[in-house]
């Protein structure tokens, strides 16, 4: 059975653009566990907005990213929505739990539960006029 995260992404300077990178990286010392090919992903930008801004599908398995060696774990995402992170949605607005949080505490990725994930997007469709 697929599961939901919220991945925190990006820096406070990508704030005002759009986040297009085809993958996602983990922390040296955060090696994820059980993110699966088919898995669904928010995405959170990590900055003063507190928006999430992305709908993704997990398309590969985790593997080794020598580029990044700060987030040398990696998997490869596919958008199925990407708005400006300036035209996302405040991240409390998707759960009744306090996700900034657990965000500010360092996670790189919660799991969410499917309730939760509904809630981002039908809030993401929303924000993106559809």
Known sequence: MNQFWLKVVGTQEEEIRRYEKTHVGFPKNKRPRNINPGDRMVLYAVGGSRRVFALADVVSEIYPNKTYPRFPHTVDIRYQLNLPISAGVD?????????????????????LTAQE??????????????
């Open 91 to 111: 991240i409390g607005e998707i759960s009744s739990r306090n996700l900034f949080s657990a965000v500010r505490a360092g996670h790189s990725y919660l799991k």
């Open 117 to 130: 994930y509904a809630r981002a997007v039908t809030k993401l469709e929303k924000a993106a006029g559809r």
